[in-house]
């Protein structure tokens, strides 16, 4: 039996979007995959409330926001450290959360990166372009929240919390990225056009980059020590992967983001990780990174491992509502190859 689950939003912050996890299959109709920057946060967060990894959840983009539950509800909050807070009070992040009809919940003090997952147990109620939630506002599909705007949820919950503290009786394993280095190390493979450009392997991983206020989710920008191809024809476009690194005509890096497009002429002569595209869902104006090559055997096994975090919480929450007689909201989805 599902009941109404909604979420009233007072102050959205900067920019609040419904995410999931895109549109992979929609590629070859020439749109991006698209979806949550932070894909393991997102993944983790619909996890901990006992949905489907792929469900919609609302993605904040670091500053305030604030909502009112008006139902019972069940949330968990990931993505960067933040304060959070259900009616004054302060609450944990990466856990799961049970919020009483009329509280208020608040988030802000956003840190260590620039993204905010709150997902709600149930199927969030969301517009859908091409089977996905996920925005894509050249296509006409922004799916921007507002104040005001109210994000209603087919929700199983049913209020299970300590008598006394109010939180609930559980505490699933999630493994949380540390982001409190003030330099970030993130994984690469070799690209299609890295022997094309002589030291460029050793030139990247000795150097440090800072992402530039001219990024997006269509890529990031980083400026610091380039290297360009000499004696290279002009490449026709080509189709370009996600995490791709390339090396414009101007003194800067692209790190292609998930909404980039799907062809491009720069060469690439990097590829960022499966896993490590998640951290940089988190990198904003300002960030420092390194970049460390990794091998495609590294990149697969690390990228599996991460899948394996998401799905033992899946099963710990799986067999915890079964205890508890609530159904969950989907079932676990097996982990997509990189």
């Known amino acids: 039996m599902t009941t109404r689950a909604e979420l009233l939003i007072q102050q959205p912050g900067w920019l609040t979007t419904l995410q999931d996890l895109g549109r992979p299959g929609a590629e070859h109709l020439g749109v991006p995959v698209a979806g949550a920057a932070d894909q393991y946060s997102a993944a983790m967060g619909n996890a901990l409330v006992g949905n489907r990894r792929e469900a919609p959840s609302i993605e904040i983009m670091a500053t305030a926001f604030t909502a009112t539950a008006m139902n019972d509800m069940l949330i ?85 919390t300590h008598p006394y503290s109010q939180q609930p009786l559980m505490l699933p394993p999630v493994r949380v990225p540390d982001l409190r280095t003030a ?47 000499e004696g290279m024809d002009e490449l026709l476009s080509h189709g370009v992967p996600i995490g791709g690194v390339e090396i414009p005509h101007s003194d800067e890096l692209i790190i292609l983001g998930r909404a980039r497009s799907l062809t491009a002429g720069y060469p690439i002569v990097a590829v960022v990780t499966s896993a490590a595209m998640s951290i940089l869902g988190q990198a904003g104006p300002g960030r420092r990174i390194r970049l460390r090559w990794r091998t495609l055997d590294d990149a697969i096994a690390n990228y599996r491992a991460q899948q394996a975090d998401i799905a033992r919480t899946e099963e710990s929450v799986t067999r915890l509502f079964d205890a508890l007689g609530v159904p969950r909201a989907g079932l676990p989805t097996p982990a997509r190859t990189p």
Do not use: K
């Open 76 to 160: 968990a909050v990931t993505g960067a450290a933040a304060e959070v807070r259900i009616d004054g009070h302060r609450a944990p992040q990466w856990t799961p959360l049970c919020v009483p009809a009329g509280a208020e919940i608040s988030i802000h003090n956003v840190r260590n990166g620039i993204r905010i997952y709150l997902c709600i147990n149930g199927e969030i109620d969301a517009d859908l372009f091409l089977g996905s939630a996920a925005p894509d506002a050249r296509m006409g599909f922004p799916q921007r929240l507002h104040a005001g705007s109210r994000v209603g949820a087919h929700s199983a919950y049913v209020r299970f």
């Open 183 to 229: 330099c970030w190390t993130i994984d690469v493979t070799d690209g299609p056009e890295t022997a094309a450009v002589p030291g460029i392997r050793e030139l990247l991983a000795g150097s440090e980059y800072t992402v530039t206020d001219r990024s997006n989710h269509v890529g990031l920008r980083l400026s610091g020590p380039v290297l360009h191809p």
